[in-house]
Nanobody, 116 residues
Framework: QVQLVESGGGLVQPGESLRLSCAAS????????MNWYRQAPGKERELVASVSGSGGTTNYADSVKGRFTISRDNAKKTVHLQMSDLKLDDAAIYYC?????????WGQGTQVTVSS
């Protein structure tokens, strides 16, 4: 069955870095656009970063441009989100998402806490 398993979340101070990972299985990973979303308490889920199936196209929310980098390894069926210079507003549950046509899969999420 389809599985997306996130890891790498944790507690950091402002200005520090974290690397999130998502391990995928159960679908043809290389044809799916992979996304990272996040949801903070009381806020709607928002798209943070996307990477195309080939890895050649990436997009970022304005709030994370220049600080976050999304990448994927199709051989290992993994997608990563390197987060640098973390800010208090980056604190949220981060979700891995796979999308292709009408197919849309979600992971369980990993908590990122940014606190001084």
């Amino acid at each position: 069955q389809v599985q997306l398993v996130e890891s790498g979340g944790g507690l950091v101070q402002p200005g520090e870095s974290l690397r999130l990972s998502c391990a995928a299985s159960g679908f043809t990973f290389s044809i799916y656009t992979m996304n990272w979303y996040r949801q903070a308490p009381g806020k709607e889920r928002e798209l943070v970063a996307s990477v195309s199936g080939s890895g050649g196209t990436t997009n970022y929310a304005d709030s994370v441009k220049g600080r976050f980098t999304i990448s994927r390894d199709n051989a290992k069926k993994t997608v990563h989100l390197q987060m640098s210079d973390l800010k208090l507003d980056d604190a949220a549950i981060y979700y891995c998402n796979a999308k292709f046509g009408r197919h849309n899969y979600w992971g369980q999420g990993t908590q990122v806490t940014v606190s001084s």
